[in-house]
């Protein structure tokens, strides 16, 4: 009879202190990450469960939303790529009249990531869900070569109840309304940007990453038949103001004086020849609802911490499609989407 056979070959190691292929390969170095990495920042009760997904109690109507980030440097004054992957969707989900509940997180990586800056990453994500009180449910980790990513992408979908009792979406924007916006516009992609050009402004600016789920919730639970929500991410408040204008056809007219901007961020803008109205805001939100709630609308949320809250403007039914900014001087001249980028993409 011959002898059994020994099967000496070693476990791989999973001692990494970086990203390695393997640890999007599916066996135990993949395993071990998603553990003590992901479900250990997480820690919620579906990840536990290690299975290829999860099932939630939400009541309809549900609202759900997908995002994708990516925004160098990874790190920056006022917040980073995980918490700002949380806050981004959690407005997102707020936008539509909802209170969010849950998320799932899909990671790219790029081997030699370091996985110390990993861990950061993820725990900032996990204390932003804390803060928010969402639940991170599922998700997905993939790794490509080096040299093939750049460093780590997060893409995220979110879910929440929907507590609007009407639809809030552009076509529900009409003639009269007024236009808010929660606070400062352009913090985030100065202070973004400052961080990666290495340009140093007087004022300590951070960005406005932050979630504004409360202050929206505030708002539909007083009764105020709010239209319509949108936060000013990419393309910044012009953006916001123009896609709401051509999707509802109605015309805009803002004044410019209206508008919240910082100084440091003003004088930034003027230094660089940027507009302050398209830089991007990752904790801001423009609302759209009848003039007549207007001043209750400001009062609420300066309550719910959106100290600088103001009206900017209205809905006219003049130039459709058009948002008409007013000068100082009383002038007025179209405030017009990007034609193109005004800088590196910044979320």
Sequence with gaps: MSDPIELSCPSPSTGYERVVLAHGAGGRVMQRLITDLFIAAFDTPQLHRGH??????????????????????????????????????????AMCGARPAVLTAAFILEEGLPLPELRRIVESMAAAARRC????????????????GDGVYVTTTGMGTVVAKAAIEPASVRPGDAVLVSGPVGDHGIAVLAAREGIEIETALRSDAGPVHEAVLALLQA?????????????????????????????????????????????????LGLDPLRAACEGRFVAWLPARHAARAIEI????????????????????GVVVLRDGAGGERILDMLAGEQWPRIC
Excluded: M, W
């Excluded at 009180?133 to 093939?148: C, F, N, P, S």
């Excluded at 300066?302 to 130039?319: D, F, K, Y």
């Design 301 to 320: 949320l300066q309550a719910s911490g959106c100290e600088r809250a103001t009206t900017i403007g209205e809905i006219t039914s003049e130039h459709s």
């Design 223 to 271: 009764d105020l038949s709010v239209h319509c929500l949108r936060d000013p991410t990419r393309g910044g408040l012009a953006s916001a103001l123009g896609e709401v204008a051509q999707s509802g056809g109605h015309g805009v007219r803002i004044d410019e004086a209206s508008v919240p901007v910082r100084p440091e961020v003003a004088d930034a803008c003027e230094l």
């Design 52 to 93: 290829d997904g999860a099932t939630v109690e939400l009541s309809p109507p549900i609202a759900v939303t997908t995002d994708a980030f990516t925004v160098t440097p990874r790190f920056f004054p006022g917040g980073d790529i995980g918490s700002l992957a949380v806050y981004g969707t959690v407005n997102d989900v």
């Design 133 to 148: 009180g969402v639940r991170i449910v599922t998700g997905d980790t993939k790794v490509v070569e080096h040299g093939q």
